[in-house]
């Protein structure tokens, strides 16, 4: 027996507990989510509580998983550290690198990582310092913090909206217009709860901008920059308006241009320095299977 331990992030305050359960990578399932349920395996806060419960943000979720493998083992490190201090690091996260331990994942992930590089703070033990989301198959930059100080002032500074988060994205379509502001909230999907979809009974407010930097005859590459910071906003948000991600096997287009993975990936992050005030800028390449899908269709619109 193990616990499945998570603090309820800001987006999904108004959530059920059996979708906020269903929706976990750790139990991936409404039958064992209801299981857990019914067994009072499940606290919300220290209390057991009903499937219909609503959460609310910073509730503090576990559940006693059955056959659930030991805790988080610090790992050595591989991803590469494009800044760091005392306070915090930013990280040039891989695509398919899996954030935290789940069912069957105990070895291998980036919060394994983040206990040898000193991350802390926040309320999950499994995800030590990490104060925002990138999609297991999305690469790029990520802050993560080295104490609970420094992640309460970097959680501060999302919700005031005063982290640049910047994004190249390859679609597969051609926009209606050079620039575009998308404000569609976005909740768990009404049918399936591993999703997030327009059609939600639990809307969240979800802001997103984008800037065609290149235009080819069959897609075309974006800035995308997020306002709020919602899980697989970005994806969801461009084909809401017909303009999927290429290789996105979810909301996109599976496969386009041999990608085994969404064209998406997180180029830029700029914050002012929550201690010293100091502006922090940093920037990653473009990664060689995102380089090479981009030169593919490159080549396509150039010969049609």
């Not at 990578?25 to 057991?48: F, K, M, N, Q, Y």
């Not at 590469?80 to 069957?104: F, M, Q, R, S, T």
């Not at 496969?255 to 830029?268: I, K, N, S, V, Y």
């Amino acid at each position: 027996m193990g616990t499945l331990r998570f603090s309820v992030a800001e987006e999904d305050a108004g959530t059920r507990l059996d979708k906020a359960l269903a929706g976990r990578e750790e139990i991936g399932t409404r039958s064992l989510a209801e299981r857990l349920l019914s067994d009072g395996a499940v606290r919300v806060d220290g209390e057991i509580r009903a499937k219909s419960f609503r959460l609310e943000s910073g509730s503090v979720v576990e559940a006693d998983l059955p056959g659930a493998p030991p805790g988080l083992l610090a790992e050595p490190v591989s991803v590469p550290v494009v800044y760091e201090d005392e306070h915090l690091l930013v990280l040039d996260k891989p695509a398919g690198l899996v954030v935290h331990p789940g069912a069957g994942t105990r070895a291998g992930t980036l919060a394994g990582q983040l206990l040898t590089l000193g991350a802390a703070g926040g309320p999950d033990p499994e995800r030590p310092g990490v104060v925002h989301r990138l999609d297991r198959d999305t690469s790029g930059l990520l802050v993560v913090a080295r104490s609970e100080e420094a992640h309460a002032a970097l959680q501060e500074a999302i919700r005031r909206r005063e982290l640049e988060r910047r994004y190249l994205a390859l679609v597969r379509s051609v926009p209606r217009s050079r620039t575009g502001r998308i404000d569609a909230p976005l909740g768990r999907d009404r049918r399936d709860p591993t999703k997030r979809s327009l059609d939600t009974e639990e809307p969240r407010d979800a802001v997103t901008h984008f800037e065609v930097l290149e235009l080819l005859s069959e897609h075309a590459l974006l800035d995308v920059r997020l306002e709020t910071g919602r899980t697989h906003q970005i994806r969801v948000h461009l084909a809401a308006i017909d303009l999927p991600v290429s290789g996105d096997s979810q909301y996109g287009v599976r496969g386009d241009l041999g990608l085994e993975r969404q064209f998406l990936h997180a180029r830029r992050l700029g914050f002012r320095h929550p201690f010293t005030g100091e502006q922090i800028d940093v920037q990653s390449p473009l990664p060689e299977d995102l380089e090479a899908a981009l030169e593919q269709a490159r080549l396509h619109s150039s010969a049609s």
